[in-house]
């Protein structure tokens, strides 16, 4: 991982086209190695999520370059590499997981982010119906040491339309995103057991997943 970070490092200090055209080679490299990081989790995944056999890393994948057209940053590239593995590849709809690259802001995650309208008023109706297994989720000890907590990113000021406001499951039911988060230092982006100790911490998310899953089916 070390060739990754060098060039990000260098992207965030020079980015313009000029520079990443001189330095294309770098950059094939460094891909290069992020696809074959996200094949072995892939691999090494599936062991335990099966649905995500058969995915191929480069379909995981986001592009390099930003969309600047409503920007104020006119920046022309991403200072990150990103994939979100899930079955059907990074524009399916269905809750998995992401890993992010930057020096100094990695990190993993597991759920769904932003799901449509259909999906999350289903992950909400099914909390409410089952907040006794969702919560058992999200408490359980090994979840909690990898993650801490659900993120609470945009979540809801007042009461989501349909529930009351004394429901017990109110926490949650304002939530837009359902998902988990672990932040990553250089040190462990670059040990040897990186994709060993990326297995086992999305592995501790796979009963949120799964959960989340079997909402929007």
Same mark, same amino acid.
């Given at each position: 991982?070390?060739? %990754?970070?060098?060039?990000?490092?260098?992207?965030?200090? =020079? /980015? /313009?086209?000029?520079?990443?055209?001189? /330095?294309? @080679?770098?950059? @094939? &490299?460094?891909? @290069?190695?992020? +696809?074959n990081v996200v094949t @072995?989790? %892939?691999?090494?995944?599936?062991?335990?999520?099966?649905?995500?056999?058969? %995915?191929?890393?480069?379909?995981?994948?986001? *592009? +390099?370059? *930003?969309?600047? *057209?409503?920007?104020?940053? &006119?920046?022309?590239?991403?200072? =990150?590499?990103?994939?979100? +593995?899930?079955? !059907? !590849?990074?524009?399916s709809m269905i809750p998995g997981y992401y890993i992010h690259i930057e020096p100094g802001k990695s990190f993993l995650a597991a759920g769904t982010y932003m799901p449509i309208p259909a999906h999350l008023s289903a992950i909400r109706q099914e909390i409410d119906y089952n907040l006794k297994d969702f919560t058992k989720i999200v408490n359980e000890k090994d979840f909690i040491k990898e993650f801490g907590a659900l993120s =609470?990113?945009?979540?809801?000021?007042?009461?989501? &339309? !349909?529930?009351d406001k004394e429901n017990p499951a109110l926490e949650f039911l304002k939530m837009k995103h359902f998902i988990a988060i672990k932040y990553l230092d250089n040190k462990e982006i670059i040990a040897d057991d990186f994709v060993k100790h990326l297995t086992k911490t999305l592995k501790t998310s796979l009963a949120l997943t799964m959960f989340l899953r079997k909402a929007i089916n």
């Amino acid at each position: 991982m070390n060739t %990754i970070l060098k060039f990000l490092v260098a992207l965030n200090t =020079n /980015n /313009n086209k000029e520079w990443f055209d001189a /330095n294309k @080679q770098n950059y @094939q &490299k460094a891909k @290069q190695e992020f +696809i074959n990081v996200v094949t @072995q989790v %892939i691999d090494s995944c599936a062991s335990f999520d099966p649905m995500l056999k058969g %995915i191929e890393a480069n379909k995981t994948l986001f *592009r +390099i370059n *930003r969309d600047v *057209r409503f920007s104020k940053d &006119k920046s022309p590239y991403k200072t =990150n590499f990103g994939a979100s +593995i899930k079955p !059907g !590849g990074k524009k399916s709809m269905i809750p998995g997981y992401y890993i992010h690259i930057e020096p100094g802001k990695s990190f993993l995650a597991a759920g769904t982010y932003m799901p449509i309208p259909a999906h999350l008023s289903a992950i909400r109706q099914e909390i409410d119906y089952n907040l006794k297994d969702f919560t058992k989720i999200v408490n359980e000890k090994d979840f909690i040491k990898e993650f801490g907590a659900l993120s =609470n990113e945009d979540a809801l000021k007042t009461v989501p &339309k !349909g529930y009351d406001k004394e429901n017990p499951a109110l926490e949650f039911l304002k939530m837009k995103h359902f998902i988990a988060i672990k932040y990553l230092d250089n040190k462990e982006i670059i040990a040897d057991d990186f994709v060993k100790h990326l297995t086992k911490t999305l592995k501790t998310s796979l009963a949120l997943t799964m959960f989340l899953r079997k909402a929007i089916n």
